[in-house]
């Protein structure tokens, strides 16, 4: 096995490895073959994965635990963290508790590592994943969402509970009424997107940030290539003999934060374990502080005339 990945402690006492497989692909493959490939990262040496009700990879990901301690890789689940996230039409106070129920059922777990809030936003039960028009987001509820997640902690079913695309005012609204602050911001984060005063909030609160698609998810449904095929990017690695995706791991590491990085490919995944023996010079830290800033994903599509967010603006809290 790889060396150990490092892990950051949360507000929670919980430890969270700082490198986590992203689990969300499309097209979604058979449960047997994505069983396989997560059991070959728990074999690499990932013992964080990160997954969600909307990627329909839970299941997948409870059958590779199952056979991870079946053969012996693991001795315990503790030896693993797991993630999982709400979805927008369970987004209320009275849905929280059995939609966690539903993911540790698919899972098959009895608890999950961490589980957040995957957008702050609501969409009405029934409808199947982005399928959705300006009608069917409805006003989300913070306060009662949150208070929800809190039980779900206090119940034993959750380690942590955090949040994911939340901006600053969205967490300053949260934190007025928590009595359990969030252990995790998940957020789009890369050397495009530095999310520099997101990312000092969250260090003055305590929150751990969390960078989601780090590399652009450019084979998702909304990817891009722009990190991959950033000059500056490619220069560093060139120049580095490393990969892209390492560059930007280890940057994202030398932020302080964590990783989502998803990547099927055997040796990809060996790759991108491999950044904790070295470290970015501060002439290559600042040419990458330097390169032009955009956000990747807006997720134009919550964005409605006749629903709670009217711009971007308003769902991304001014820094769209």
Not at 280 to 304: N, V
């Amino acid at each position: 096995m790889e060396e150990k990945v490092p892990q950051v402690v949360l507000n929670s006492g919980q430890k969270m490895p700082i490198i986590g497989l992203g689990t969300a692909t499309s097209p979604l493959p058979p449960n047997d073959v994505l069983a396989s490939i997560f059991l070959d990262a728990i074999e690499i040496g990932y013992r964080h994965f990160d997954t969600a009700a909307l990627y329909g990879t839970e299941e997948a990901l409870g059958q590779a635990v199952v056979k991870a301690l079946e053969t012996g890789i693991i001795k315990s689940r503790d030896e693993l963290f797991i993630t999982s996230k709400l979805w927008n039409t369970d987004a209320h106070r009275d849905l929280v508790l059995p939609a966690l129920n539903t993911t540790l059922k698919k899972l098959g777990l009895v608890y999950v590592d961490l589980y957040l809030i995957h957008w702050p936003v609501r969409v009405k039960q029934g409808v199947e994943g982005f399928n959705f028009t300006g009608e069917d987001i409805i006003p989300f509820d913070i306060k009662g969402t949150w208070e929800a997640m809190e039980e779900c902690q206090r119940l034993g079913l959750v380690k942590s509970i955090g949040v994911s695309n939340f901006g600053i005012k969205k967490l300053t609204q949260l934190l007025e009424n928590a009595t359990i602050p969030p252990a995790v911001n998940q957020v789009e984060m890369s050397p495009l997107w530095l999310q520099g005063k997101l990312r000092e909030f969250c260090k003055q609160k305590g929150i751990h940030a969390s960078a989601w698609s780090p590399l652009g998810g450019y084979k998702h449904f909304w990817g891009t290539r722009a990190v991959i095929e950033n000059p500056i990017l490619q220069d560093i690695a060139l120049a580095r003999k490393k990969s892209i995706a390492q560059i930007v791991i280890r940057w994202i590491y030398e932020q302080g934060a964590s990783a989502i990085v998803k990547s099927f490919n055997k040796e990809r995944m060996k790759q991108n374990l491999e950044i904790f023996d070295w470290e970015l010079s501060q002439e290559e830290s600042e040419k990458i502080s330097q390169i032009p800033q955009c956000r990747q994903f807006r997720a134009e599509y919550f964005i409605s005339e006749i629903g709670p967010y009217k711009s971007l603006e308003e769902l991304w809290d001014d820094d769209p």
